[in-house]
């Protein structure tokens, strides 16, 4: 028969057990965190209607989103979780509760360009916190909460939640009157901490902006200091558009319910070079770095949205959310071996027969499993090295083998596979000793 | 603003927060009874090359398959687990232990006709068990143990797990010499239940069949009694066909080990009617039944194969697996209201502020959070009824109330939304009571 070649995509990943172990304790950890906070869980189609879909999309996104005809339907893949969020708020606005509080786990799919560390496929995991007509600003401080315990549940300690408020750049740009290039000067301001001081002035001077207006921007983005001098330099330019203004109200009280949260300063801190690039974000931006893997780029991020159904609905529907994009996230941590210890197996025994009937190793088994421990018998009539090796492969911490002697009396010897010693116990004492 | 509708495809489940609660409560059950018999995870693409999905397929899989093109590549969401599962055993042979116990738990598509309680995407949850070259009977016999785990702890107690040996109906046909008309006998023998004997024996006539032959088929499928008696009855058939008689051993071996399992012999029955329509099975098949709802029909099937992967390799795979159809199930128990009791919210506390300043029902909170309850806040400047509203809507069990007396004494108001009790404790007594 012609065999056909069994090969996975680029860009997909496809992860052997052992890995995949690992990657789902940290999707169930970031779950378990969002629970902890009270959201509620979503999971809508990853196949939507094209229309639907791209009511509100343009440029790149159309170019990488899956597209394709199914009868007279014209389909595509969600490309992210919030489109489906603003669709699933607006289709069953009658029976949702708001504040309406989500969360989604779940892939989404983009036809980017494969290149190492980019995916097609991978999964986001968001949280939303979407208002009927309007949303309080203590919100936005409740997100750096969640970010916090759901980093410090991977098990990452050195990290920095940086926030800012797109209105203070928005405020800056109408103080010194060049709203029209904003977009232009928000990206260049973005990659300052990739092109340097100098780069970032020489880009804005293209712009064709006056001397006088890129010092302002400067000495706006180059504000130093703790979280407080901050927010106080920021007062100390008495600015009068009331945009910034207002953006710096939010922000202080922001700052102040981070606190009552009960983060850390070490562990968030204004960042007012944040624009999170052309994002649809209106007020509050979030980035998260794990210090000592700086290169990963932000692991969180996110921000305050004020209407995030506008391309469906009338309603106002302001929102704040963050996301995790988990498969980049382990691909990098995976990468730097940087991935916190853990689990490495599901089975925490696996049971072996020294004798042909397999009868005593079968009920063994059954009699762990009553006891949540996670058991496997070892079937096959192979060498007993087969079956160390077996458990050996797969990481199994504990082997209990059954041969003549225990079957005569009524015993089992438990081998601990990582010191290699071994005991012969009653069953009681081994299941004591597993757990 | 033209206005886009949203709407969500046909034939494609979206639930409400409070559903979503219990469907995603039955997927973890069923992923942590997997997890108890120590099958491993892994998480294939749900995107592949079509050339790779369709290796085996034709027929109604390939009408039905969404496929399309994106840049050069011919593409198909896949349409069960068991496909993505040969190609991953073949591509990884060389990384993985032998025998391959894996679960999977993820959507599928396939573009069927809608119609009531028929999905497009739906989730299938697999278990199988892989062997290089050979695997031993007993495996078969470990199936319905974890269906009977998995089952029981979905909550159902009244249901019965039903084997058959497709060896049996092969060496049947063998004895009969009927071979060449296999295929449909056995589509006519698996109708007996819906259609009755006497249609059956009209079918079989229309096929052409000797009266001597009906009356052998007969005679087979309609062996009645007992476990035991069944096996007995078989045995006294005196059938000569090696394929028949290497059935039946198959069959014994499989009740013994079953009976070895823990399984009471209430829960499994012989049923010799079972074929599993043209599925590739070759050995022992499983349907299960929900006795009270036998109109769902059977919510875990399976069944043994020779041979994973022949269209991939060369190499012998034989398997044995099952799976569970869980959104059709979901469905179908929502529908017939047989759900299972089981939690309806995900926070278990709402937090509400009776004064302007929200910084005691925030630490409040964030106390109750460490203590692993989660914990909402109410953070919207609503009147009191409307923040007792939204915890009744949400079906949230407790709600904790801080005024000015309360701020002064350094205490909460606990009130129970059930019983409608409430008093003045505090906060350790109330983590307490809540725990």
Redesign the interface.
Known sequence: ?N???????PG??????KE??L??QMKEKIQKSY???????????????A??LL?KAGGETEKQI?R????E?D?ALRFDLTVPL???V???YN???F?F??YQIG?V?R?ERPQKGRF??FYQCDIDII?DN???I??DA?MP?VIY?TIKELGFEDFTICMNNRKLLTGLFEEIQVEEKSVDIMRIIDKLEKIGKENVIACLKDLELEDEKIKKIMQFIEIEGATDEKLQALENLNFTSETFNQGLQELKEVVK?VR???IPDSKFKVDLTIARGLDYYTGTVYETFLNDYREIGSVCSGGRYDNL??????RKLPGVGVSIGLTRLFYKLNELQAMQEAQKS??KV?VVSMVDD??KA??VA?TL?KQ??????Y???KKIKAKFK?AD??E?PYVIVIGEEELQNNTVTLKNMETGEQETLTLEETIKIIK
């Open positions: 028969m065999k056909v070649e069994p090969r996975t995509l997909f990943m496809e992860l052997l057990p995949q172990i990657f789902n629970e902890r906070f009270g959201f509620l869980p979503i999971d809508t189609p990853i196949i939507e209607m229309d639907v009511a899956y394709f005809q199914k009868g339907n389909l603003a669709k699933y607006t289709q069953y029976e949702l509760s504040p509080r989500r892939k799919y036809g097609r496929e208002g309007e949303l309080n203590i919100n409740e909460s315990h319910y009552i949260f009960g159904a506008e391309y469906y609905t009338d599901i089975a696996l397999k009868t079968v009920e059954t499993r949540e421990i996670p058991t496997e018998v079937l096959e009539d077996y492969k797969l199994i």
